[in-house]
């Protein structure tokens, strides 16, 4: 009999380093989409703030830290890490995505020139600034981007584009640091 073993998304891919930018699994245990019923966003804020120590955050913004993150995620709410509270269940509809979605930190110096070459964003610092988050094309797949921290974003696509995820970035790494090799 056949027997399965579960993988994480970004098994035998991660981590991947070229240049100054290195991709890792950023894949938290728990992910849960929030969908907050029309004119209960202020009491699903205070639920989340007390029970996760996060509010909702405003739209293309995030709140949290590392750990534990709400994104916001268009008209919903993606929450990252802890296991929602139960009082959440209770005021918002709560969807488990656990299985659903990839979740990889890009970093190092050039990593807004690696992202530029995939995402019709401008992720430049002074007009994407760290817990800002955004949903866009990343090269073909539909994803949500965030910046977590001066040179570090994290990125999200669903699970099965992870490996596709890997291999555009892994590209792009790959040219700009051809480039910075032929201006030296």
Known sequence: ?????????????LPL??????????????MSIIDCPVGT???????????HGMGLPAANRTTGSAKNRCIWFGKNHLLLGPKP?????KIARLSDVSD????????????EAVLARLVPLNLAQKHFKRGHTARSLIQHMHGSLTRVS???????VFRSMAQTLVHDLERAMISVEARASLLK
Not at 5 to 12: G, I, T, V
Not at 41 to 51: F, G, I, W, Y
């Open 41 to 51: 966003e202020a009491k699903v804020s205070e639920v989340l703030k007390s029970a």
């Open 17 to 30: 380093s070229v240049g100054t930018v290195t991709l890792s699994d950023d894949t938290p245990e728990n």
């Open 1 to 13: 009999m056949l027997k399965l073993s579960a993988k994480m998304p970004f098994d035998d891919l």
């Open 100 to 111: 659903g979605y990839a979740v990889l930190r890009a970093e190092g110096k050039d990593i």
């Open 150 to 156: 001066d040179s570090a974003f994290q990125v999200i």
């Open 85 to 89: 509270d139960d009082a959440l269940t």
